[in-house]
Every structure is written in structure tokens, then in C-alpha cells.
């Protein structure tokens, strides 16, 4: 197996040549935020402290607004409650005062349940929807911690925590919040560099695709809500020590407008261009003081000004790499025998069944009484007009679609109806008609999608970047690149899938489903769009998938294909079967060739 196998030593002088061009850019900030205070004043370290704490939040909520692509523009709230909470804790307000170390991270599990409590309708809702129910959380802290007065201090507030020598001084909790903001950094881009990064851009821009490699969606915003939760509490503990004294009014629409807009302004996907975002808009009203009073119109302008001019945003300027012209010759060349050395060989293995699967979409039958058996080691076509009910059938057999009657079995066992997270640990992968691809994700990074499910670090150990989470990626990482190599598009790994021909976007996605070394794959018009040389192509590619005992369902139009490479075939007409056997058998069913193939 030689295209998975690299010495410790290879491995490590690849990833810190791969990491350090994305090391230098936050190195330089961090230098220059530590030279800060040798070169200007308490007022601008005053900023800069002001700047690190916002980005403590924001490192955060960026995972939840820019990975997660969920509108969350009320996490002012957090910060609120993270600030009430360490400042409660150290006056002792409720309980015996406690130490302002230990207070933080006591914010931060509040903040973390909170977290999940605030996020927990992105399960349900949507885009501005959910944007509003997160603005509706942050009104009702600032109207709780106006009518607790007996805690809070209601409209005239309490004193904020003071942190001992030697941050008890600007310069001091400058350096502090420096530190948080370095670590948050760190953690968040641990995050995005990880499955679980790649995962929450997949439910992003893909969540069909991503259900079907395994990734659940709930287990991924809550692991995100908890992280993101916790920093933003955290971040409210610095930021009152910074006021010296709050009351909610320090809370305003515009800080929630402020943090949201850094995420824009910085890119999706991306920790530098936030944080580079984060840096100019704490910045930028100190230039422009004078139109201090127009902080809201200015904010409104400039999200226009972004989505207008450069919808990608800071990240997508300094993306430099994927400025440079792809060759426009270029062809998709597969390795199909290089797949021994990546897949496994299946000696027997379970039968898919499906016995009278019925499924309607009001009174449309779009299945009727379906019986299909797929076969390990064989290619199953699945053929019939536009209509009759193929893509319907694999999504059943995907589990996108419950159906009403019938019953599926995966050898012994039964496949229960819906629930399309659970087909990818079945041994269950496929492809889609109009590719499911990751525009904004690279070529590499949408094939490791696939192979999420076979990664064993926890969240924690991805955040903090220990050995088994270093394992995974190298492993996905070896194995992604192995079968673009064996689908031909190698050179490419490193571009964004969105600069992809049509075709090549077609190679990705089978790719991408043999990160799952699976049972059985469902192809979904693979063809479409591909010239005579790369259907001839992709013909030897599924010939060879096969050979390593995958059992292939085919769902195409190019008859000649599938007569070509089936085993078996099974043609459907207004979601029944119309005719089953072998291709030669299939050629001459005088019903098939009235009913579809012509003649």
C-alpha cells in the first residue's frame, strides 16, 4: 500500500511545510500586539485590549457563523451573561465572593449551557429565523438583569471583577487578554483545521452530502454552541473588568452588530480574515470618533459595501493561491488498479434487499411494489424514463425518504426507514445527480468529508490539538489523496472544488464516497455531462470498484454504459418494474424497448 504509507518523520516535515505560510500571518499579529505597548500609549493598549477580548468571542461565533453558516447575531447576550456571572461571583453577591480565576471559568460553563440553549433552534430554524431568536435571548438577559436588582444592581449596576498583581494594571490585562486571545486563536483554528471544521462547512453548503457520509448535524452544533458559548462568557468576565463598572446599557445592539460584521468582513471559513476583521472595526471608530453617532448607518453601509464588492470577504483577498490560472486542457485520467492498494477485497459478503417498497407523494405513486436486490461484487442498473422513480428508490435506500409500505434488509438485519446519518456506518455510500460539492472547501478537504466517520478523536482533542486527532488527519488526509490519484484528479487536491469543471466535479464525489471503503455504492447518473472518453473512463473506474466486491447500483441514462458494465438490470415505469434481467435480456423486452429504449 504504498500511496498510504509515510514515515513520522515525512509526516511531520510535510505538515510543517503544508501549516507554516498559515502560521506566519497570526505569528506577525501576535508579534506586533506585543510590541504594542513598547510603541504607543495606554490609550491604544487600551484598544488593543478592547480588541482582544472582542476576538475571544468572536473565534467562537465565528465557527457558528462562518463554518456553520448559522445567522446567530444576538450573542451579545453571552457576553452579558458571562460579565453578570464572573462580577456576581467575585462581589459574592449570592454566594461567598470567589476568586476572579475561578470565577472565569465558571462564566464559561454558563455560558457553554447557555450556549446550547441559544443555538439549539438552529435545528429547526433557519437563516433570519434563527438571527431572531437569538436577538430575542439577548432582550430577555438585559431585561433580567434589569429587574434583579438584589444580584445585579438592576439599571445601576455593579463593579466589575479586578484581576491581582500583575494584571491589576493596563498593561497587565492587556498581556492577559492577549494570552486568551493567542490560546482562542489556537483552539478555534484546531477546530477548523479538523473533521468536525470540515464537517460544519459540509452542513453548511451540503448537508445532503454530509448526512450521507455519517456527519450528524445535532452532535455537531452542539459540540460548537458549548465551545462557542463558553468563549463568548468568558470574553463578557474580561470585558467587565475592562468597563471597571457595567450596567446594560454597556450591551448594545451595535457590539452584537459589530461581532457579526467582523465575521463578514474577515470570510466564511476562514480564523485570519475575522480576525483581521475583528482588528479593523475596534480600530475604526477611534479613527473616525466624530461620526461616532452614525456607528449603525456605517455598519449597514459597509455590510453592503462587502456583500457588493468582495462577497469573500478579507479571506478571499489573500487567497492568492486559487488566483492562479488552471490549466484549460486539462483531463481526468483514473488509476483504477491503484484501488488495491486503498480498498479492501470483499469475499462474499450481505445482500441488499428491498421487498415491496411503496412510496407517495400525495396521490402520486413514485414507487409501487418495488422488489430490487443489489449483489455484492455485481453492478446493478437501474433504468427507465424520466419519472419512473430511480432516484427515488436510492433515496429510500438512502434513507431521505421513509417509505410507506415494504421493508429494506442489509443481509440479516433490517434498514431502518429515514435517517440517512446511519446508511455511511452501514457500509452505505453514494453519489448525487447534480453534484453535492463544497465550493468554498478545497479538493482534498471535500474528499476527507467522506471518511469523517472513521475519524476517533473527540471534539476536545481536535480543540486541543492531541496525538489521536493528528492521527486522523493524517490518515484522511493520506487516503483522500491516494483515491484522488486513483479518480486522476491529484494536481487538483489543493484548488477550491468551485473552479472545477462539471465533470471533474463528478470524479470528486465518487471519491469522496470511497473514503467510506463501502459495502455498497449508489451512483446517481455519474455520466451526466461527461464527454465519450471519460464515460469510457468512468466505465473501467466502476468495473474496478466492483472487482474489489462493492456491490454498485447504477442509476443512468447513457443506456450503452449500462449495457456495457451491468450485471443485472432493472427498468422501471411509473415506479414499477417493468422488466428485470441481464442486459441481454434487457435489450430485446419488447415492453423496454417500447417503453424507453425506442425502436
Known sequence: MTALTTTPAQDETSGWRTALPHVVPFLGILVLALLLPFVSNDYWVLIGTRAAIYWVLISGLNLVVGFAGHLAIGYVALLTLGAYTTSVLVAGNVIPAVPVFAALPIAGLVGAVFGVIVGL????????????STLGFATIVTQIALAWQSVTGGGIGITGPEFPAPFNTAWGFYGLCIAFAAVTTWMSANVARSRFGRALIAVRDAEVAAEATGISKPKMLIAIFLFAGALAAIAGGLFATLQTYITPDAFTFDLSVLFFIAILIGGRGSILGPLLGT???????????PLAAWSTFLYAVLLLVIVLVMPGGIAALLDFRNRRPLASNRSIVPRPAALAEIVRQRKGGKLLKLRGIELAFGNVKAIDGLDLDVTPAQIHGLIGPNGSGKTTTLNVISGYYAAKAGNMTLGDEALPPGQPTLRAPCGIARTFQTPRV???????????????????????????????????ERKLAAKARALLGVVGLETLADVRADRLQHSELRFIEIARALMLDPDFLLLDEPAAGLSNDEIER?????????????GVLLVEHHADLIFDICHQVTVLNL?????AGTPAEIRVHKEVVSAYLGG
Not at 465550493?439 to 471518511?451: D, H, P, T
Open 538 to 550: 468512468l466505465a473501467a473506474l466502476i468495473k474496478a470498484i466492483c472487482a474489489r466486491g462493492t
Open 279 to 289: 482588528i479593523i472595526l475596534t480600530i475604526l471608530p477611534e479613527i473616525a470618533a
Open 438 to 472: 463544497i465550493g468554498e472547501a478545497s479538493v482534498l478537504q471535500n474528499v476527507m468529508i467522506g471518511g469523517s466517520i472513521e475519524g476517533r478523536a473527540t471534539f476536545v482533542e481536535a480543540m486541543l490539538a492531541l496525538p489521536r486527532n493528528g492521527e486522523d
Open 121 to 132: 433552534p438552529a435545528l429547526r430554524l433557519r437563516t433570519f429565523y434563527f438571527a431572531m
Open 575 to 579: 415506479g414499477r418494474t417493468l422488466a
